[in-house]
């Protein structure tokens, strides 16, 4: 049941991110475009609020900082994920420009100083580069 949830939930944030982004996307992955990432990060042992709180006090600015574009946060509706899950978007310019900006991130000292708020060991993520579609919208 959470995998159908899950597969709802990435159907339904597709067509928010089409709909209302208003992103421009002017080329795709294989020739050097822009792509997206869509992460969902579930956790255990009730770090959920540590998690949100990481996020908006830190990582936000982080990401901003190693040029990853923030499309937006989400929490899930379902009540069977609604307490430990976190859904984001972030955009980057191309496959290596994610690559390059996840190595920087994961050196930053302010991520380093603040990454054990929530135990890795409590946390899984899932994550997936799209290219938006020749039909997109967002074209």
Same mark, same amino acid.
């Given at each position: 049941?959470? $995998?159908?949830? $899950? @597969? ?17 996307? @002017? #080329?795709? %992955?294989?020739?050097?475009? $822009? !792509?997206?990432?869509? =992460?969902?990060?579930? !956790? ?9 709180? =990481?996020?908006?006090?830190?990582? @936000?600015?982080?990401?901003? +900082? ?18 430990? @899950? ?7 310019? #191309?496959?290596?420009? %994610? ?14 100083? !603040? ?12 994550? =997936? ?9 967002? +074209?």
């Amino acid at each position: 049941m959470k $995998k159908i949830n $899950k @597969t709802i939930c990435f159907s339904l944030l597709s067509l928010i991110i089409g709909l209302g982004a208003g992103i421009v996307v @002017t #080329s795709s %992955a294989q020739d050097g475009g $822009k !792509v997206f990432e869509l =992460r969902i990060y579930t !956790v255990t042992g009730g770090h959920l609020d540590n998690l949100n709180a =990481r996020f908006r006090d830190h990582t @936000t600015g982080i990401f901003r +900082k190693h040029g990853m574009g923030v499309v937006g946060y989400w929490s899930p509706t379902s009540e069977e994920e609604a307490d430990d @899950t976190l859904i984001y978007l972030l955009e980057h310019e #191309s496959q290596d420009a %994610a690559n390059a900006a996840w190595d920087a991130f994961g050196e930053d000292p302010e991520w380093l100083a !603040v990454a054990g708020d929530v135990p890795r060991s409590a946390l899984t993520i899932e994550r =997936r580069y799209m290219t938006a579609t020749d039909y997109s919208p967002m +074209k």
